[in-house]
């Protein structure tokens, strides 16, 4: 009993100091922050109306296709003081030669007298191929919306061709806006979109992130502080090793814990006040296993790296290293809101290492069957049992060593002794 009681001791005294520390506070703080400014900012920069109209060249070997296009793009796309968003202009020249036209558009283009020039050839309406040229090929929005104005143009011309009404073309070619409702076992409905369904599974998964960056840090470091000021050896003198790492891994588990209830009622009090449902509370607590199973494990995996350094550098290298497991996921994070029930997925999440990542991807989305969460709970759980045995023999051989640090061949013969 006295024995648990000082680890439970040496936890308290992790936890206060930690709380107290500025870079906790700042990253308490700045992380909802982040993921507002990286989820919503974007999005609404995108979003935001130009604020002066945008000439655009057009060379039209047709001769219809400009008046068309121009009374097209003005009735479609205003700026929010009425005038036109996108001003057409012919450009050609008295030869009529479409290499010279190009080359006099060209010299516009470079010297940004117009946004860009669209080449219509004579065969648009056999081959529908539009070429348009410009200095800045990512303007995304512009050339969707050129894209899109010329299709319907281009449909309209061909249907029209084949004698339909030129009022039945329109009705034809109105555009369908889509709805999209969400469907769970329960049989509950639920209005959502890509952006709702991406943006929440990025924020559990970049809420996995942060929290296991931030407090696997901070338990290297302070290993690292506790050697480099010999207050280890004070430590140990009253405290068995394994007290000392379970008290370290408890009390940043509650740094954890902490981080995660202050950032769940932000995220509860944003819901009342928009009334938007972000999560349910069965998938949050689900959530929430994973996150506490997983932030052990990879609290272990710190203490196993952390334990053998003695300098700041070897630090540094060592949480580099294991950031670069957690980038793992992000990197993969499209292709699971576009089907988390793909193969790769599935196996992506059977490896411990990146299940928490995974399932705080997944779960928002579309939750997985019963016994995919069982099975991954099930070895997720071994895991970090096994990453902690691992661990404690570790930090036990390793804490009061110091200079070399140990190759992974004596980490093996330290891992196979009694």
């Known amino acids: 009993m006295l024995k648990d009681l000082k680890a439970l001791a040496v936890a308290k005294w992790e936890y206060i100091e930690k709380v107290k520390s500025k870079a906790f506070l700042i990253s308490l703080f700045l992380m909802p922050i982040i993921m507002i400014g990286l989820g919503v900012v974007p999005t609404l920069l995108i979003s ?15 001769g219809t296709f400009y008046t068309t296009f121009a009374n097209a793009l003005e009735e479609k796309y205003k700026l929010p003081n009425g005038q036109p968003n996108y001003i057409l202009t012919t450009i050609s020249t008295e030869s009529g030669d479409i290499s010279e036209s190009k080359k006099v558009a060209d010299s516009l283009v470079l010297s940004k007298r117009i946004e860009g020039y669209i080449v219509v050839n004579k065969s648009v309406f056999s081959d529908t191929v539009i070429e348009y040229r410009s200095s800045n090929a990512g303007n995304i929005k512009l050339i969707s919306r050129i894209e899109k104005v010329i299709r319907d143009i281009i449909v309209e011309k061909k249907l029209q061709s084949q004698g339909f009404d030129p009022n039945l073309v329109k009705q034809l070619t109105t555009p369908i806006e889509m709805k999209t409702i969400k469907i769970t076992k329960a049989g509950v409905e639920e209005e959502t979109g890509f952006e709702k369904v991406f943006f929440t599974s990025y924020i559990f998964m ?83 296993i994973y996150f506490i199973l997983g932030y052990i494990l990879y609290a272990a995996i710190f203490v196993s790296f952390g334990a053998p350094v003695s300098t700041e550098q070897e630090a540094q290298q060592i949480s580099s290293y294991l950031m670069l497991i957690l980038i793992i996921p992000i990197v993969f994070a499209m292709m699971v809101v576009q089907n988390p029930n793909s193969l790769l997925v599935k196996i992506l999440t059977y490896i411990p290492l990146l299940t928490p990542s995974m399932m705080a991807m997944r779960i928002p989305i579309e939750m997985p ?41 004596e980490l093996w013969i330290l891992l196979q002794a009694k």
Do not use: C
């Open 48 to 62: 935001q109306p130009d604020k002066e109209s945008i000439l655009i060249g057009i060379i039209d070997q047709t």
């Open 206 to 288: 970049m809420m996995m992130f942060f929290l296991v960056a931030t407090s696997g840090q901070l338990l290297v470091r302070s290993m690292l502080d506790e050697k480099s000021n010999r207050i280890v050896e004070i430590l140990m003198s009253s405290s068995s090793s394994t007290h000392l790492m379970a008290g370290k891994i408890i009390g940043l588990s509650g740094l954890g814990l902490t981080q995660i209830g202050f950032w769940a009622i932000i995220g509860i009090a944003i819901s009342l006040q928009f009334g938007v449902t972000i999560i349910s509370a069965g998938s949050a607590l689900i959530l929430l």
């Open 369 to 409: 069957p019963i016994y995919e969460i069982i099975i991954t709970i099930i070895l997720l759980l071994l895991s970090s049992i096994g990453a902690m045995w691992i661990a404690g023999k570790i930090f036990r051989t390793t804490i009061l060593s110091y200079g070399k640090k140990p190759s992974l061949k």
